[in-house]
């Protein structure tokens, strides 16, 4: 029988020191087990607070610890107001570049490492809800979004969102990229302005031009670091128009622009007086093309000539010379491949045009004038009628007397015309050289 039916006044004996000690082991055993140990016991105030003291990177690597840890801190990510921070400081900072280069790959690197923070805290979700994500930070960075951006043209605010974004989408495949390139597109409704420049006169939404070169270039192209992927990116944002328009396209993203504005009518009107001008104006242009020239799978050799047909005659026909300046730029194989196309189908008189101008563009660089020879040769050999290449030669060299007296005419003795008569004549006189020395080489050697 129990005791406690005798003594019913007395509680039977109990130590709070043992039930003190078992829950304290209880605790302790259910904080071991739990994923966030010790941390868990802090509220979650507290919690926020502690994280606080850490960096992006050092938040990104405790995301990969464990489930609930990225929960955590994808809580924290979210609710924050540090990155808000960040988010917003970004077009005012731009506004005092150029501060030391350092300082101002400091700002992308702790966009990269908030990429690298997204791409971890999100692995388990789906592509669909991480590019939630992803256009959620662009409406919060995007210059027209910002009461405090006054200078688009030297805000690095889209660089730093094409770096994280390039972080965030590192390693997917061609697939989810042509997502991320829809989303991102939809999201800011930039096709639409695409559709008004390339459809209206060029230069006529100075503005406009510039934002989609602005926006194009620093999200999706600049932060590539392949050849590929450049030309994976450029092939987005320029496959899905016609062949016109690419080309327009392709100008407005790489022609020569000054101070927020792409320059349409000097490539028709004045041309470049030495290399360092030349690559100034057609470098970048011609650096595009050589990409998706190295990009078969979307880019055929004739897409190639047809986009840099329509290319040299945007906003009008180009000045000779600077489709030839832009063609050297461009490299030995897009330039055959251009001249080939042109003599297959019998246009003499632009090959004529275009071997002037290389004449003179080489005396103008001080160039050797073996490169123009290359040309003529490229040319003589693809042209298979005996009559076409008598034609050719006669073509050319009307052409330099057309240039010349052209340049007599319109010559003002006050201008620097001068140099300009002095580099046809030099050019026309190097290449009778150069052709003569062909013609009669068994004789002069
Ligand atoms: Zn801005």
Known sequence: MDIKAFMQCKKPRRSGRLEGKEKAETKSKELRQNPLGYFDMLPIELKFHVLHFLNVEELSVLTITSKSMRNLIEGYRVLTPAMQEILAKIHTQSACLPVPVKKQSDVIRTFQQMGLLMKRSTCLYSTRDRLKFV????????????????????????????????????GWDDSECLRVFDAVCHHTAILKNVKIIVNSKPGKHTQMEFQIRAFFRRVFVDHCHTVQDRAFWLSRILKQWPMVHQARLLYVLYGPAVEGEVLWYDVCESSPYNSEQSAAHFNELANALQVLHCYPQEWSEDDIISVLDELTSLPDEWLAENIAHLLILCGDNITSRLLVSKAINGRIRELASITTSFCVVCVKSSFSLSYAMTVVQIIVDTLENPKDRQSYFNNVVEMFKELILDTHEFSDPDDTHENEMFFLVTAMSEFTKKVIHVAYKPLLS
């Open 135 to 170: 256009t959620e930070v662009l409406t919060k960075i995007m210059c027209s979004n910002s009461d405090k951006c006054e200078n688009l043209a030297g805000c690095i605010a889209l660089n730093c969102f094409g770096k994280f974004l390039h972080t965030v989408i590192a």
